[in-house]
Every structure is written in C-alpha cells, then in structure tokens.
C-alpha cells in the first residue's frame, strides 16, 4: 500500500491547535500529515509510524468518507483517548520483532519507508522523492 508523507501541513497545524499538541501526525486518506516534525524525524520514530500505517489501514478499509464520518461519530461520543480507532493504532505502536519488522528501507532511506504491519506492506514514500 502506497502512502505519502507532507511535511509542513495546513491540516496538520489545524489539528495541532485543536489537540494543544506541538508535534502533530494526521493521517487523511493515505498521506500523513505533519505539522512540527520533518520527515526524517516521523520516519526513525518506529512507534509513531506504526500508529499512522494503522490510520491508513482503517481509512482503506471503512473507505475515505466513511471512516471520517466513523471516526468523528466516536470522538464525539468517546472523547480522542478512547475512540476504538485510537485504541486499536495506540496498540499496533509496541508490536515487536515477529508480527512487525521494518523491512527495509527504499533508495532514500531518510525519507521512505516500507513496513509491514499486521499483514499489510506500506510503503510510505514523500512526494519529491
Ligand atoms: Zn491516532
């Protein structure tokens, strides 16, 4: 599964201001956007990789609207530390060795990624590489 990383992200600040947090991963559709942190950065944090490949497996799997409107609907009703779609990305962050490996990195190692996360291969590339 292709995904795509944008750095510098209006987006991104949105849901910094919004979660009163400095450094902010959001992930829509199949780009994940970075507010604070540059891509080097967000791609040797392995733990926070493995939380946004879940985002991007939920959003193939719900499909784009759906899973925006599914999401919100358990924000509202669960609050952000409690929404099952954060549970689940929360607990794919400490898969070890074994159900998880970095597998290697692309031509440019500091800024692409493949990784294989619960039966999914993601390649997470930038767009100007
Ligand atoms: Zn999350």
Redesign the pocket.
Known sequence: MKCYLKENSFVAELAAKKLKARCVAIVIGRTIHLHNTSKEQFLNDSRWVR?ESV?IKQFHQHGYLPFIIKYFWESIKKGYHHNKY?IE?REAESITAGSLSIVKCLKKPAISRQLFVRNTMYDILSPDS
Request: aromatic share 0%.
């Open positions: 939380h985002h954060e990305a």
